[in-house]
Every structure is written in C-alpha cells, then in structure tokens.
C-alpha cells in the first residue's frame, strides 16, 4: 500500500522569502503526485500534478514541484512567498492498482509573516 | 463553469441518528469519490464511484455507504453515528484518471 510523509507539521516564513514543503512517498511502482492546498474550513486545490515526463511540474499561484525518483520525493516550491498563501498544504500519491483513491500525508501548516 | 457543489454546508447530529451528504460534480465528470478529513489531519479515502458502479473503498465500516445516480451526482450515507465520525466529508470529481477537484465539503458534527 502506499504512504506518503509530510515530515514539517509548521512552516513559518517571511513574505517574500522562498519555500519549499518536503514530500516523500511510498510505492512500488511509478506513482502518481499531486499538491493540494486547504484555506481554513474550505475544500482542497489543486496546485499541481505529476503523472510523468519531465520531473518539474510547474502549478498554478507560481508554485513547482520535483519528481526524485530515487529519493522517493515530491518537494514544493516557491521563489517567493505572498502573505495569501497562508495555508495547509497537502501532498498526495494516487497508484495504478487502487482505481481513484489518493492517499493523504498529514499535511504542513504554512504561517507568513509579514 | 460550476465547480463541485456539496450539500449541507454544516449539520449537527447526535450518536445513532443517520445522515446523507450530497454531491454534484462538474458537469462532464463521471466519476465521484468521498473523502473523511478529521480536524487536524489529511483526508482519508472513503468510496469511489464511477459510471454508477463502486470502483474503490477504503478502510471504513459498514455503516458507512455510498451511491451514485445517473445524473453522475452522488450520495454518501452514515447509519449509527458516532462521535468520531464528526469530520469534513469531501467529494471530488474528476473526468482524466487521478485528477481530482474537490468540492467545499460537508461539516459534521455528531453530538
């Protein structure tokens, strides 16, 4: 079955600072990823997805990950942070074997300070 | 367009009563699956349907259930609710494999 770690429950960074979310994961074969982000009492959006090709996914609101393979990672960056992304981020792995299921990490706590 | 729509927004229950949550989505989309978000964690895979047909289930009990109609909208039914099962339930759509939009959800509190 897979897993998927998000190793940093807080993040706190200055606006206009860079970030970057850590994401592991676990599964045999190649997985599918994906980056959620959850404002407070709301649903989950989509910022970006990795189903195959070239390892960086550039998403939407200026984000991009990193497929490493042989790290079994899926990290999340921005160059440049704005006070409105304030939010839960939530990594996600989706596999072949289990029809449209995603499996969830924890998810990271993101507070900017201005 | 419209995005996922989720009905009720809130509701408060009490141990034992039943519950049904609704879901739409986007139109075109013919596949639905549900999501538990207790607070303070990620979602955890509840059901998935696809052309009226359950394709997946996670880890959850009997009591919870599942259906969808041929409009593709979707129902997700509680019987004998407990006090751990007071979450955000979330629906999500998707029309290409894996990719998933995620309506606003549903709050429910059991008391």
């Known amino acids: 079955a897979q897993s998927v770690t998000q190793p940093d429950i807080h993040i706190t960074v200055s606006e206009g600072a860079s970030l970057e979310l850590r994401c592991n994961y676990s599964y045999g074969a190649t997985p599918y990823l994906f980056w959620y982000v959850q404002s407070p009492g709301q649903g989950l959006q989509l910022l970006l997805k990795?189903?195959?090709?070239?390892?960086l996914v550039q998403g939407i609101k200026g984000f991009e990950a990193e497929f490493k393979r042989s790290q079994s990672s899926f990290n999340l960056r921005k160059p440049s942070v704005h006070w409105s992304d304030a939010a839960e981020y939530f990594c996600a792995v989706g596999a072949d074997n289990a029809g449209n299921m995603l499996t969830f990490g924890g998810g990271t706590r993101l507070m900017v300070k201005p | 367009d419209a995005g996922v729509t989720q009905s009720p927004t809130h509701l408060i229950k009490t141990r034992g009563q039943h519950v049904t949550l609704r879901c739409s989505p986007i139109?075109?989309?013919?596949?639905v699956s549900w999501y538990q978000q207790v607070l303070g964690q990620g979602p955890q895979f509840i059901f998935q349907y696809y052309e009226k047909e359950e394709r997946g289930r996670g880890n959850f009990p009997d009591r919870f259930s599942a259906r969808q109609f041929p409009n593709y909208s979707s129902e997700l039914n509680v019987n004998a609710l407990l006090l751990g099962d007071s979450a955000l339930y979330l629906c999500?759509?998707?029309?290409?494999?894996?990719?998933?939009?995620f309506g606003p959800g549903t709050r429910l509190t059991v008391t």
């Open positions: 139109s075109g989309h013919k596949s």
């Open positions: 990795y189903f195959s090709g070239d390892t």
């Open positions: 999500a759509s998707s029309l290409e494999l894996y990719e998933q939009y």
